[in-house]
């Protein structure tokens, strides 16, 4: 490939076991929770289970509020099988979707990027310093704890659980940024 040509895109997306273990785990609920719906059922009677449901409100949402939860975290695995967190490098960025956030941060806006471990995690984070420590146009929203307490000393996260891990997909922006920034 030729430096005047576009790179082809390069998509990095979070391991695929992390979201099909999420599926896993949903839908193992999902029958338990059913599971024990069907027991009631053949254990009291068609009849009796139904008005029980009809007749009492609190066991309507006793029986059907853990089946809708488990559902829908079944149905928020699934979309993260297809759409689920990814960083797009291209020649004057990357594009990263992480957590139903999107942004885009150039090449040049970074100083490095590196991995990390948060103070309260046991799993390496992939981050960046931005080139002018008083940066102010991407917000932090990562990197703090609800209080405001910095978990990390990077600007910016991307959080964990990437395919190759972290350090590889640290080198990947690293060298990328090193390309494209005009540090070369």
Not at 123 to 138: E, K, L, M
Request: glycine fraction near 12%; charge should be negative.
């Amino acid at each position: 490939m030729s430096d005047d040509g576009d790179p082809p895109v390069t998509v990095i997306r979070k391991a695929r076991w992390r979201t099909v273990a999420g599926v896993a785990i949903s839908a193992v609920g999902l029958c338990i929770v059913a599971g024990i719906h069907g027991f009631l059922w053949v254990i009291m009677g068609r009849e009796v289970f139904l008005d029980g449901f009809r007749e009492e409100p609190f066991l309507s949402a006793l029986g059907l509020v853990p089946l809708l939860v488990v559902a829908l975290q079944l149905g928020i695995a699934i979309r993260a099988i297809w759409w689920g967190d990814t960083i797009t490098l291209g020649r004057s960025g990357f594009r990263s979707h992480v957590r139903g956030h999107s942004r885009f941060v150039r090449w040049d806006d970074v100083k490095q990027f590196r991995v990390e471990r948060p103070a309260a995690s046991m799993h390496d984070v992939v981050g960046w310093d931005h080139q002018d420590d008083a940066f102010n146009g991407n917000p932090v929203w990562e990197g703090f704890r609800a209080e405001g307490e910095r978990t990390t000393t990077l600007d910016c996260d991307l959080g964990w659980g990437w395919q190759d891990g972290a350090v590889a997909v640290c080198a990947t922006l690293e060298a990328w940024r090193i390309r494209y920034s005009g540090e070369a």
